[in-house]
T-cell receptor
Framework: AQTVTQSQPEMSVQEAETVTLSCTYD???????LFWYKQPPSRQMILVIR????KQQNATENRFSVNFQKAAKSFSLKISDSQLGDAAMYFC????????????????WGAGTKLIIKP | ETGVTQTPRHLVMGMTNKKSLKCEQH?????MYWYKQSAKKPLELMFV???????ENNSVPSRFSPECPNSSHLFLHLHTLQPEDSALYLC??????????????FGPGTRLTVT
């Protein structure tokens, strides 16, 4: 069974600095998707960034980028120029890409990392 | 209304009460999900509906009963809950993920407290 581990329960960073959140996963599959979600104190979970395992290029969305190391099963999130609005819980998630499988519905989640932004 | 909405946002109920949580998505998606989020634990998938048909039921106690009357609405009927059922209940929707890397869109959640 697949698992997702976020080893940092809490991280803090000075405003405008860069922070990296770590995520490792365990799977025997070769094709899958990885996601980072953000949940601010208002509780609405939103997608930050997505990576397809077959793509070698790391995904980037504005100040957010990932370091995807497929062999090491690592999927870290880098936030550049941190802003107060980035304060939130960040969740890493995995989903199988085996086409047509009912397991496609299941996102495997990490326990989350609480990110604190210091002004 | 846009995105995924949930009502009520907060609910306090006794163990003998019956209540329902409602979720509505305005995104044209065809899959909907119920999750339970407890402190310091990964999100737990409870139920999945795709095209109004239940696809997954992850060993959830029968005191939780889902209903999906159409692709835009999802309910979670609650009865004789236990205090350990107190949690944040999140609803999400997506296009059918069996066809691609479709991400899930979440509602704001219902904070449930069982007394």
């Amino acid at each position: 069974a697949q698992t997702v581990t976020q080893s940092q329960p809490e991280m803090s960073v000075q405003e405008a600095e860069t922070v990296t959140l770590s995520c490792t996963y365990d799977t025997s599959e070769s094709d899958y998707y990885l996601f980072w979600y953000k949940q601010p104190p208002s509780r609405q979970m939103i997608l930050v960034i997505r990576q397809e395992a077959y793509k070698q290029q790391n995904a980037t969305e504005n100040r957010f980028s990932v370091n995807f190391q497929k062999a090491a099963k690592s999927f870290s999130l880098k936030i550049s120029d941190s802003q107060l609005g980035d304060a939130a819980m960040y969740f890493c998630a995995y989903r199988s890409a085996k086409w047509g499988m009912d397991s496609n519905y299941q996102l495997i989640w990490g326990a989350g990392t609480k990110l604190i932004i210091k002004p | 209304e846009t995105g995924v909405t949930q009502t009520p946002r907060h609910l306090v109920m006794g163990m003998t009460n019956k209540k329902s949580l409602k979720c509505e998505q305005h995104l044209g998606h065809n899959a909907m999900y119920w999750y339970k989020q407890s402190a310091k634990k990964p999100l737990e998938l409870m139920f999945v509906y795709s095209l109004e048909e239940r696809v997954e039921n992850n060993s959830v106690p029968s005191r939780f009963s889902p209903e999906c009357p159409n692709s835009s609405h999802l309910f979670l009927h609650l009865h004789t809950l236990q205090p350990e059922d107190s949690a944040l209940y999140l609803c999400a929707s997506s296009q059918d993920p069996r066809a691609g890397s479709y991400e899930q869109y979440f509602g704001p959640g219902t904070r449930l407290t069982v007394t």
